[in-house]
């Protein structure tokens, strides 16, 4: 059976080599007689692999020593109440400033209302959410246990190229950011990051897995509410083992960082060589849109997202149809899943379409997407 390309915003398609791997290892992993699910997560098996999973982690995205890796559950809305619990009390004011591009970081500030003052600093929702405010015009609080900001919006499709320095803009605050949709497609800056967390589906592996990067000087300061499984101190001694964790999501992300490590573009390798990868496969797209007269993303271009590329066919009267019941809309969908090109349709909040294009998002998908895009265009 051909494998569709599937442009999901998460889960999302998943490297195929991986999925055979596990495939093969599902009833007996290594010679132990046992899948990988069936096994204690305190076994020497299930140790070596979580093991080899943090450590490869480490070398594809040069997280320094001195920073935690976590392997927690509950998702990344789960964690918009967690990172609170844990860092808000770091000063008495619990002060948190949150700069808010899109649905996500809007969530992410609602949601920490609820443990401390939480404080939008900066807010492109007049824009509709298809610019970043520049770094020079937050208004940082000068008393912040930390300012957190969603590096990729994976609805609205604006990414951060760069993250801000904290430090020049005058704030001692650790920032705090969402990767959740463009974890591992990019280097991380870890000299201006304090904590960094993410769910897993989109390019690490199955849902119900959570990434926490967490910089050592930051842990302890855990609010009394905190539940013990989520307090990040308490889960770093732990070795993330404070209670049973998602062992085979810990291990599918495994074998997608030894994927990762093994992808060459040039003389890259890595997440260099799969970064590569993604800004010909994002600039690919974004030519096709910008160059047609039918598609139409409105977002800056000097923010637009690698990894989520929303966009929106034009009616008759030039405007972008939002509705995904519309007959153009309905036409476009159809055609493409015909084609193998599935799940197009747009964040329900936003309308229109929307193409992820993550890591195991090959280029042959992203030509095939462009091919079907001028096609339908040609035909009307
Ligand atoms: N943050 C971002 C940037 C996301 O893309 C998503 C999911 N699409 C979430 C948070 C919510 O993640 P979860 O469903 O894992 O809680």
């Given at each position: ?81 967690i990172?609170?619990m ?140 905190c539940p013990s499984v989520f307090d ?149």
């Amino acid at each position: 059976m051909a494998r569709p390309y599937n442009f999901s915003a998460g889960p999302a398609t998943m490297p195929e080599a991986v999925l055979q791997q596990a495939a093969a290892e599902m009833l007996d992993w290594h010679g132990t007689g046992m899948g990988v699910m069936e096994m204690s997560h305190r076994s020497t098996s299930f140790a070596a692999i979580a093991e080899q999973a943090e450590h490869d982690l480490r070398t594809l995205l040069a997280i320094p020593e001195h920073f935690k890796v976590l392997f927690s559950q509950g998702g990344a809305l789960a964690h918009n109440a967690i990172v609170p619990m844990n860092l808000a009390g770091r000063r008495p004011e619990r002060t948190m400033d949150f700069v808010v591009t899109g649905s996500w970081s809007q969530k992410s500030a609602q949601e920490a209302a609820r443990y401390g003052a939480a404080r939008i600093v900066a807010n492109t929702a007049d824009t509709g959410f298809t610019t970043l405010p520049d770094p020079a015009s937050w208004r940082l609080s000068p008393d912040a246990s930390y300012v957190h900001l969603c590096s990729n919006e994976t609805i609205h499709g604006v990414e951060f190229h760069t993250l801000p320095d904290l430090a020049a803009l005058g704030s001692d605050a650790p920032l705090v950011i969402d990767f959740s949709s463009h974890v591992l497609s990019r280097p991380v800056d870890w000299s201006r990051v304090g904590l960094a967390y993410g769910g897993a589906q989109k390019n690490i592996g199955p849902a119900g897995l959570t990434l926490i990067v967490v910089r050592e000087d930051l842990l302890g300061h855990a609010l009394p509410i905190c539940p013990s499984v989520f307090d990040y101190r308490a889960l770093a001694e732990a070795g993330s083992m404070l209670n049973t964790p998602p062992t085979y999501a810990i291990y599918i992300a495994g074998l997608t960082f030894q994927w990762l490590l093994a992808q060459r573009e040039g003389n890259l390798s890595g997440v260099a060589a799969i970064e590569a990868r993604n800004v010909a496969k994002a600039q690919r797209l974004y030519e096709a849109i910008d160059g047609s007269s039918l598609y139409i993303n409105r977002v800056d271009p000097a923010c637009r997202s690698r990894m989520n590329i929303p966009f929106f066919l034009r009616g008759d009267d030039g405007q972008p149809l939002r509705d995904p019941a519309h007959p153009r809309n309905a036409a476009f969908l159809r055609g493409a899943q015909a084609r193998g090109l599935v799940q197009l349709k747009g964040h329900k909040s936003l309308g229109g379409m929307r193409a992820s294009l993550y890591n195991a998002m090959p280029m042959a998908g992203v030509e095939a997407l462009v091919d079907y895009m001028r096609d339908f265009e040609r035909q009307g």
